[in-house]
């Protein structure tokens, strides 16, 4: 028995012969490839990138002591959590405004496209608004946990969070449209990729403006000049904190490649992976050898650091460079961090985490690095948007940080910081069976 009839054929080919006409009229994949692609792009990077506030967290709490870890912790959900909600309220249509003028523009609410948007209504020649949106919403949370670490153990819980509404809400987006944002530092030439400057010094600079406000940690530096090192609680965290840190390194510079719809595009991310952990090795091989010079033994945390600045140096160029390129850049990122650690205590400015050595002292040498791979890119060019996003960030955080000094005060009393902030600021203690008897 014949299973289809001449009849049954005939009226399938009936029905089947519009649906190819609709086929042959919708877009095909040369035209909607590029949209779907860097779409994708934008949200794998921003997994990465978003799995960055945990290596933040667990870094940071590692390196405070375990009577300040909760505290720790609380304030890097808090500060992922209000960087989301304001980079929605105001900042990303402030960070991308469209035309302005180049300088200041605050915008309005972010508003995604439509569900289920048809090709003919989407921007086929970028990516989605939500996936956009995504990816540079977590990079302005990064720039506030820079913040959090330096500042850590003495300062109050929701004065922070109050700087961090103005940070992620204003000041990071308005410098933001300078470069990224198509403003006066993108029309002169400034150069930078991923953020070396754009967000790692930012977030160092409004940092030091915090710690030279809040002063330094009770027993931190003796009247001699003495100054008095205060271990971290656990330093395993502190290094699984940096290995989340590398890895979501990957995102943040491989999605700055801002395009997945060729085959060029596809071979640039993959070499900014390369670059990426060329450096991260070349700046932690380079401070554990500096130490073991300079102390006679390694010290883990400048090699921790070290490897994070070597990502810092090179976010601002990572596609550019050969990989023997990428670990000198790297590697000077690592003697950057050795070298400006001990500067700071001289200085009496107490960081807890090293977070201004790494993020705004190698986000500056990052910045300038791009002159030897760019031919684009000019040393005057680099330094007036270092200086310009040194100064805009520096002062509107002292502004700040003065402003909730005097209103409601920033540093916790004496005894709550000798006793920590977890018991006098939340109540509770992350390790609380070992200070028990």
């Known amino acids: 028995m014949t ?37 994708l792009l934008f ?11 945990a290596g933040f967290a667990m870094l ?10 909760t505290m720790q912790m609380t304030k890097n959900i808090g500060l992922y959590s209000i ?17 302005f003028n180049g300088y200041f523009a605050i915008g309005g609410q972010t508003v ?10 989407a921007a086929l020649d970028y990516a989605s608004v939500g996936s956009d949106f995504f990816f540079q919403l977590v990079f302005v949370a990064a720039t506030a946990s820079i913040v959090s670490g330096a500042l850590a153990e ?6 922070f969070l109050i700087f961090v509404v103005v940070l992620t809400g204003l000041m990071y987006p308005i410098s933001g449209s300078w470069q990224w944002g198509g403003g006066w530092l993108s029309e002169m030439g400034f150069s ?26 009770i027993g931190k530096y003796g009247k001699d000049g003495k100054v008095n090192p205060i271990p971290g609680s656990n330093l395993a965290l502190a290094t699984l904190g940096t290995f989340i840190l590398w890895l979501g390194w990957f995102g943040f510079n491989g999605g700055s490649q801002l395009a997945m719809g060729t085959v060029g595009d596809v071979s640039d991310v993959s070499r900014i992976f390369a670059n990426t952990n060329m450096a991260a090795a070349a700046g932690a091989v380079t401070a554990l050898i500096l130490t073991q010079i300079m102390y006679k033994k390694p010290d883990l945390t400048m090699v921790l650091n070290g490897a994070l600045a070597g990502l810092v140096s090179i976010t601002a160029e990572p596609l550019a460079p050969t990989l023997f390129g990428a670990l000198l850049i790297g590697a000077v990122g690592g003697v950057i961090v050795v070298l400006t650690v001990p500067m700071l205590d001289k200085l009496k400015i107490d960081d807890v985490v090293g977070a201004i050595p790494v993020h705004l002292f190698a986000g500056i040498w990052g910045t300038i690095a791009v002159i030897f791979y760019n031919s684009d890119a000019s040393l005057t060019t680099q330094l007036t948007g270092i200086v310009a996003y040194g100064v805009f960030t520096f002062v509107a955080s002292l502004i700040v940080w003065f402003i909730l000094k005097a209103v409601m005060g920033i ?9 920590g902030l977890d018991m006098s600021e939340l109540g509770m203690e992350a390790y609380p069976e070992f200070s028990k008897g």
């Not at 009226?11 to 779409?39: C, H, N, R, S």
């Not at 794998?44 to 960055?52: C, I, Q």
């Open 43 to 53: 949200c794998m990077a921003g997994f990465l990138v978003f799995f960055m506030a």
């Open 192 to 217: 930078d990729f991923a953020g070396s400057t754009v967000v790692h010094s930012v977030g160092g600079w409004a940092a030091l403006a915090g710690a030279i406000v809040l002063g330094p940690r």
């Open 83 to 99: 960087a989301a909600i304001m980079y929605w309220l105001v900042g990303f249509n402030t960070m991308y405004p469209g035309d």
């Open 3 to 39: 299973r289809y009839t001449y009849t049954g054929l005939a009226a399938a080919a009936l029905i089947a012969v519009p649906q190819l006409g609709f086929a042959q009229d919708a877009p095909g994949f040369d035209e909607i490839g590029p949209y779907i692609m860097t779409t």
């Open 60 to 69: 940071e709490g590692g390196l405070v002591r375990s009577k300040n870890v």
């Open 411 to 419: 540093r916790v009393a004496e005894e709550d910081e000798i006793n």
């Open 112 to 121: 995604l496209d439509p569900v289920g948007v048809a090709a003919a209504d």
């Open 154 to 159: 003495r300062i109050k819980l929701w004065p």
